[in-house]
């Protein structure tokens, strides 16, 4: 059970704020809003109202107008919300200014999915990193943090480091800072040494983003019982098994899901867990077909695959999962209007991507193990290539 859910206790009410910058699109800020909102109930509290600005650049002092500031306030007060929101990182300045006009605690999306991290951390190592992003996140931004810590102790935002009153001196978090760095180090080096004893055999890595389907495939291909279930981030340790298809062993790892606007720190911190996908021969990139934004979400994807690998090119396999659910609508034939994206069948849209990804890719339904065989030959196939030219003489086990 989540740390912040206690049975009989209601869940945290949270305001969703989000800023429509220059060269967005309202539609794009909704669903990023969307996605906001599903972060609160994974982190345990459960969205109310929301609301967007139109900025030409964000105010330096409290982002938002403050038009907008005193309406978010009223709202407040009519609805009781316990927090706010923001789809954007905010500096400790502004911070501390809506929390004081506000009159409530104000956390940004890098405070959120720090504190989803904190609660989904299992082992040393993942509590480990989180906790040095959490530091980092927290260092520049202390004088805002008094202000929450006055008011209420726990609640979403508010775990980990942020709650020990006395550590929220600056020398005291850099020493801790550094502690941990150390800590991490050493981690770092008897992973390196549990890696470096598997031997040659060849490496997969299913990397996309969060909450598109990567652990189930990793059950369904190795039958084992790896943790999964329909909430961002449910995996954050790496998990590797050693799987057979046909004669040919090879390792199957399993990683952290990626997300738009992922914090920096945390980046910096998981590029250790993040190192069986730097020294994988072959990644499986798993994309929800079903999501209305996935093309966006392949493009994140690629660029946080790019800051961890550099420029290594990774030979690639796209996996579309969840075609079981995908919807789309036939167009009356009298309408002349462009075609959209809901308006394209499975069968269109799958012929658009196996000519526009430059990599092989295939659609299946991990869920309904829908299509899976094909998967597994295709699977199979790129590891014997790699297998041959790796072991030339090998060749009784294919």
């Not at 969060?210 to 019982?225: A, D, F, R, W, Y």
Request: charged share 30%; hydrophobic share 35%.
């Amino acid at each position: 059970m989540p740390k912040n859910i206690e049975i009989g206790k209601e869940k945290e009410r949270a305001v969703l704020v989000g800023a429509i910058i220059r060269g967005e699109t309202e539609e794009a800020v909704a669903e990023y809003l969307d996605e906001l909102a599903f972060l609160v109930d994974t982190a345990g509290g459960v969205s109310l109202g929301r609301f967007t600005q139109k900025l030409d650049r964000p105010d330096p002092a409290t982002y938002i107008g403050k038009g907008k500031v005193e309406e978010i306030r009223s709202y407040i007060e009519s609805s009781g919300a316990d927090l706010v929101v923001f789809d954007d990182e905010l500096s400790a300045s502004q911070l501390r200014n809506l929390d004081r006009s506000l009159k409530t605690r104000v956390i940004d999306r890098s405070n959120l999915i720090l504190d989803i991290f904190a609660m989904r951390a299992r082992t040393a190592h993942a509590r480990t990193q989180v906790e040095l992003a959490q530091y980092q996140y927290l260092l520049p931004r202390l004088a805002g943090m008094w202000t929450h810590l006055e008011r209420q102790k726990g609640g979403i935002g508010l775990k980990g480091p942020g709650e020990k009153e006395i550590e929220t001196d600056r020398r005291i978090v850099r020493e801790r800072i550094a502690l941990l760095k150390k800590k991490l180090q050493q981690i770092d080096k008897q992973k390196a040494t549990q890696r470096s004893n598997r031997g040659s055999l060849v490496r997969v890595s299913l990397v996309g983003y969060t909450n598109v389907g990567k652990s189930t495939i990793m059950n369904m291909l190795s039958k084992t019982n790896v943790f999964a279930e329909d909430k961002l981030f449910a995996t954050l340790d790496t998990t590797v098994r050693k799987l057979v298809i046909g004669n040919l062993p090879f390792l199957l790892s399993d990683t952290v899901g990626f997300i738009r606007k992922l914090p920096h720190h945390l980046i910096e911190s998981f590029k250790s867990t993040l190192d069986e996908v730097r020294e994988s021969d072959i990644l499986l990139h798993v994309v929800d077909i079903s999501h209305p934004n996935f093309e966006e979400q392949i493009g994140v994807v690629r660029e946080t695959l790019s800051e961890i690998t550099g420029d290594e090119e990774k030979q690639t396999l796209v996996v579309f999962n969840k075609m079981d659910r995908y919807r789309w609508v036939e167009k009356e034939e009298d309408d002349l209007t462009p075609s959209t994206r809901e308006n394209i069948s499975l069968e269109e849209m799958k012929q658009t991507w196996m000519a526009r990804v430059n990599a092989p890719c295939i659609f299946i339904s991990a869920k309904h193990k829908e299509n899976i065989e094909p998967f597994r030959r295709l699977l199979y196939d790129t590891v014997v290539e790699i297998h041959k030219r790796r072991y030339p003489y090998d060749h009784f086990l294919y």
